[in-house]
T-cell receptor, first 113, second 115 residues
Framework: AQSVTQLGSHVSVSEGALVLLRCNYS??????LFWYVQYPNQGLQLLLK??????LVKGINGFEAEFKKSETSFHLTKPSAHMSDAAEYFC???????????FGQGTRLTINP | SAVISQKPSRDICQRGTSLTIQCQVD?????MFWYRQQPGQSLTLIAT?????????ESGFVIDKFPISRPNLTFSTLTVSNMSPEDSSIYLC????????????FGPGTRLLVL
């Protein structure tokens, strides 16, 4: 069965600093990979996804993620944090050809002024 | 992406009662999904709903507790039956899109508190 591990349930960075949220997955074959963001009292919004092709994926709000097969990782980064980035971030995977999503435990991102 | 709405957005219910949550999509979709997000936790898939057939439930979820309807390609309901405080959660529906139907987009969620 596939699983997703997000390292760090809470990450705190200063405004303007680099954001790095870590995600590792376990799968016998490369799955589809996703990052979602959940702002307080809202549903999930898709930030970006990797299916095939270029391993560096750019998403909304300046976020990007790189699929590294050798490391089974899909870490999320943003060069400069903004106060509006404060939210819960979820990494998710699904086997290719299947629609079922498996979510990580989430990382709460706090931005310090 | 599809626009998804849910009703109610939140509710407070008494134990032993049932609540039906509605999910409406602005376009026709084949598959709809229902997730539960318990307080401070991640999302867990409850079931997959395909129009015209019985929903497929994940391990740990049963139809008697979470009956689902899917009467057409734009609408689904999830009922939380005989509620207990442990059912207090956010319930989210999602739909699949993309060339390979690989991406799920989520509704705003229904926040349920059971007293």
């Amino acid at each position: 069965a596939q699983s997703v591990t997000q390292l760090g349930s809470h990450v705190s960075v200063s405004e303007g600093a680099l954001v790095l949220l870590r995600c590792n997955y376990s799968s016998s074959v490369p799955p589809y990979l996703f990052w979602y963001v959940q702002y307080p009292n809202q549903g999930l919004q898709l930030l970006l996804k990797y299916t095939t092709g270029a391993t560096l994926v750019k998403g909304i709000n300046g976020f990007e993620a790189e699929f590294k097969k050798s490391e089974t990782s899909f870490h999320l980064t943003k060069p400069s944090a903004h106060m509006s980035d404060a939210a819960e971030y979820f990494c998710a995977v699904s086997p290719q050809g299947a629609q079922k999503l498996v979510f990580g435990q989430g990382t709460r991102l706090t931005i310090n002024p | 992406s599809a626009v998804i709405s849910q009703k109610p957005s939140r509710d407070i219910c008494q134990r032993g009662t049932s609540l039906t949550i509605q999910c409406q999509v602005d376009s026709q979709v084949t598959m709809m999904f229902w997730y539960r997000q318990q307080p401070g936790q991640s999302l867990t898939l409850i079931a997959t709903a395909n129009q015209g057939s019985e929903a497929t439930y994940e391990s740990g979820f049963v139809i008697d507790k979470f009956p689902i309807s899917r009467p057409n390609l734009t609408f689904s309901t999830l009922t939380v039956s005989n509620m207990s405080p442990e059912d207090s959660s956010i319930y989210l529906c999602s739909v699949e899109e993309g060339l390979a139907r690989e991406t799920q987009y989520f509704g705003p969620g229904t926040r349920l508190l059971v007293l």
